[in-house]
């Protein structure tokens, strides 16, 4: 039986893999890559970085495959996602089923945590149910964005018996979410944070959280810090091609 590991890398520091990560790695035969094209070569870079440090077990392969377009800005978002995941799932069987022999071991290395927005597991059981390629998987957890923002700033997810959301920019947009005063927000390319301004909250934000190119900024969200935090996410985007950012909006007691 093939078996595949799903293990979270943390969100850009090496030293964020935990010990059962370690061990993972290093019974591992084939590492599966997903290749996203020249502007996001450094998080490919990253993933070989952690096999050359962590990975002492001697004839693993590393397989890459480039990973499927998708439309981002689409009339219909679920749809566009959805056929999107559809091409993923595509590429993971056909990783599967032809780079890993009977009795082997895969793994996908995610970035932060599988389980918090991430489709690893979901393309996962989207192979399993088309019954084509039989293997069992395990996840193992890493080190979440959200969490390497709030250490970086030195403050908490919660406030004391105070609820949390995570949620995206496009579901911010909507509205702040009922019964929650402290919000994370995630896959925000349109800086949804400026429709809050001056309404009393404060923002901790965070780019390349873990990396050499970490930039953070924090504060009470008036005007200004908004304009600086677009200023500088704008600039880094441009420098580096790519960004992977997130914040927190907290609504103090």
């Known amino acids: ?126 192979v399993l149910a088309r019954g084509n390629v039989a293997f069992e998987y395990e996840v193992v957890p890493g080190i979440s964005s959200i969490s390497a923002l709030v250490a970086r700033h030195r403050t908490t997810m919660n406030q004391i018996g105070r609820a949390v959301q995570l949620t995206t920019g496009r579901r911010l947009a909507e509205g702040w979410p009922s019964d929650a005063d402290d919000v994370f927000v995630l896959l925000d390319a349109h800086t949804t944070f400026d429709q809050y301004a001056g309404k009393g909250l404060w923002i901790y934000w965070g780019a390349y959280v873990g990396t050499p190119e970490e930039i953070l900024l924090s504060g009470p969200l008036d005007d200004a810090l908004a304009a600086k935090i677009r200023e ?18 907290r609504r103090p007691e």
Request: glycine fraction near 6%.
């Open 1 to 126: 039986m093939r078996k595949i590991y799903a293990i979270g890398i943390g969100a850009g520091d090496p030293e964020h893999l935990t010990v059962q990560a370690v061990d993972r790695l290093n019974r591992v035969d084939v590492f599966f890559v997903l290749d996203k094209g020249s502007a996001k070569a450094d998080l490919v870079q990253l993933r070989q970085e952690i096999l050359e440090r962590f990975v002492s077990r001697q004839g693993h392969r590393v397989v890459s495959a480039k990973d499927p377009d998708r439309d981002r800005t689409p009339s219909d978002y679920r749809t566009a996602v959805a056929d999107w995941h559809h091409l993923r799932t595509d590429v993971y069987e056909r990783l599967i089923r032809d780079e890993l022999a009977d009795g082997e071991t895969g793994a996908f290395l995610v970035w932060g945590d599988p389980a918090l927005y991430d489709s690893t597991i979901a393309l996962i059981e989207a």
């Open 232 to 249: 500088t996410r704008a600039a880094a985007r441009e420098r580096h091609g790519w960004i992977m950012d997130t914040y927190l909006l």
